[in-house]
T-cell receptor
């Protein structure tokens, strides 16, 4: 069964631009979450979507947003990019809600803001 | 406030010996815990998890121990192999916010020949 797929894998953007990252969860998984990994802050939770609804949100500014489609695919968007947004953005999926649901990560999208 | 801590940034062990990676947490609301292995430029790979109703879970060479009273968990790898060299993250979550994991800062394990 295919894993979590993220596109694009690498991208470079200019400060002030916006970016959209895409994630396809494991087939049958309905919950998608996003994480940011930076050297200084480690892995930090951005938000989670389940059945097209945002269920949880981390402590990030409103420039970071996301959505989920009816086929469970998800996108995240970062507007007005700052240099500090340079990071590895990871998408994860899990079947649903409940104890013991293992969370599986994709390979990530490397974003560099110049 | 770092709710999940991995106090050892790095660990070196000989091939064939036991690797013990430690993790401490402060939030009593966490009720399940996971360990992930990560190579540079790749996403974390799930290794093993444990629910707060258990104190031990085993999967092949990997065993996770949970001490709820001490808010401490550890990952044992026996025997350690060179392919185990990677960064290991512990993560904690709550059943009510299933996908919202709080990660530790990671421990880089190097298994030497």
């Amino acid at each position: 069964k295919a894993g979590v797929t993220q596109t694009p894998r690498y991208l470079i953007k200019t400060r002030g631009q916006q970016v959209t990252l895409s994630c396809s969860p494991i087939s049958g998984h309905r919950s998608v979450s996003w994480y940011q990994q930076t050297p200084g802050q480690g892995l930090q939770f951005l938000f989670e979507y389940f059945s097209e609804t945002q269920r949880n949100k981390g402590n990030f500014p409103g420039r970071f947003s996301g959505r989920q489609f009816s086929n469970s695919r998800s996108e995240m968007n970062v507007s007005t990019l700052e240099l500090g947004d340079s990071a590895l953005y990871l998408c994860a999926s899990t079947p649903g809600v409940g104890r013991g649901n293992t969370i599986y990560f994709g390979e990530g999208s490397w974003l560099t803001v110049v | 406030d770092q709710q999940v801590k991995q106090n050892s940034p790095s660990l070196s062990v000989q091939e064939g010996r036991i690797s013990i990676l430690n993790c401490d947490y402060t939030n009593s609301m966490f009720d399940y815990f996971l360990w992930y292995k990560k190579y540079p430029a790749e996403g974390p790979t799930f290794l093993i998890s444990i629910s707060s109703i258990k104190d031990k879970n085993e999967d092949g060479r990997f065993t996770v121990f949970l001490n709820k009273s001490a808010k401490h968990l550890s990952l044992h790898i026996v025997p350690s192999q060179p392919g185990d060299s990677a960064v290991y993250f512990c993560a904690a979550g709550n059943t009510g916010t299933a996908s919202k994991l709080t990660f530790g800062t990671g421990t880089r394990l190097q298994v030497m020949l």
